[in-house]
């Protein structure tokens, strides 16, 4: 995927708030990652296999 600097200093609005598409593309990428934590620590705590990802 190819992304100009202009695209990704496109402002998001939002009621109440408004941020750059980097920001956005950013964020989403840091959640995902959080996400796969919890669920790797959740499977730890619950003594399931750890996740296979092929």
């Known amino acids: 995927m190819q992304v ?3 695209q990704l200093d496109k ?3 939002f ?3 408004s941020f750059p598409m980097f920001e ?3 964020f989403n ?4 990652a959080n996400c796969i ?3 790797a620590l959740w499977r730890r ?3 399931y296999d750890a996740m296979k990802y092929m």
Do not use: A, D, H
């Open 37 to 39: 934590g919890q669920i």
């Open 15 to 17: 009621p109440g708030m």
């Open 45 to 47: 705590l619950l003594n």
């Open 4 to 6: 100009t600097e202009e």
């Open 29 to 32: 990428i840091y959640r995902e």
């Open 11 to 13: 402002m998001l609005e």
């Open 24 to 26: 956005m593309v950013s």
